[in-house]
């Protein structure tokens, strides 16, 4: 049994990336499972909070959830012609400490998805991620980038 995980960018109620992921959570072959997770919960990072009371609850269980998983589909906004804060955000708080980077995105395919009203979709959102996933190939080794959901 493949088991991904679907992780939305966004935290709002009527999403159209959760929605895009719901839709691919019942598309998913025989075989296959996607499970989705969740960024709400996850606190601003700040490394005194890190270095004081440790990696938050949600945090810790985000991490364990994408370990567990055999890829990790993104559905992503974009704001600004950028990736959404709160996703930058998780990012940074996944990638902590950075010795569990390896047992975070190690190993696992990762893709983007991405739902928009606009013309050009989510285009330069999806464009963003690029620097986020190079930097986790340079820090995880098995990191391995995919563009594209098959």
């Known amino acids: 049994m493949t088991r991904i995980l679907g992780l939305s960018g966004s935290l709002r109620a009527g999403s159209l990336n959760t929605a895009l992921l719901r839709a691919a959570r019942d598309l998913m072959p025989g075989g296959s499972t996607l499970g989705i997770g969740s960024i709400a919960g996850i606190p601003l990072y700040d490394g005194d909070l890190e270095a004081r009371a440790g990696i938050p609850a949600a945090v810790a269980a ?12 993104v559905a992503t906004p974009e704001y600004n012609n950028s990736i959404p804060g709160v996703l930058k955000n998780a990012v940074d708080w996944l990638s902590r400490p950075a010795a569990d980077i390896a047992r975070v995105f190690g190993g696992r395919p990762v893709a983007l998805i991405g ?26 080794h098995d990191f391995i980038p995919k563009l594209a959901w098959r």
């Not at 985000?62 to 589909?73: N, Q, R, T």
């Not at 928009?116 to 340079?138: H, Y």
């Open 62 to 73: 985000l991490k364990d959830a994408i370990a567990d998983a055999d890829g990790l589909l």
């Open 115 to 140: 739902a928009s009203p606009g013309g050009f979709g989510t285009i330069l959102g999806q464009d963003a991620w690029l620097v986020l996933n190079k930097r986790r190939k340079q820090m995880s």
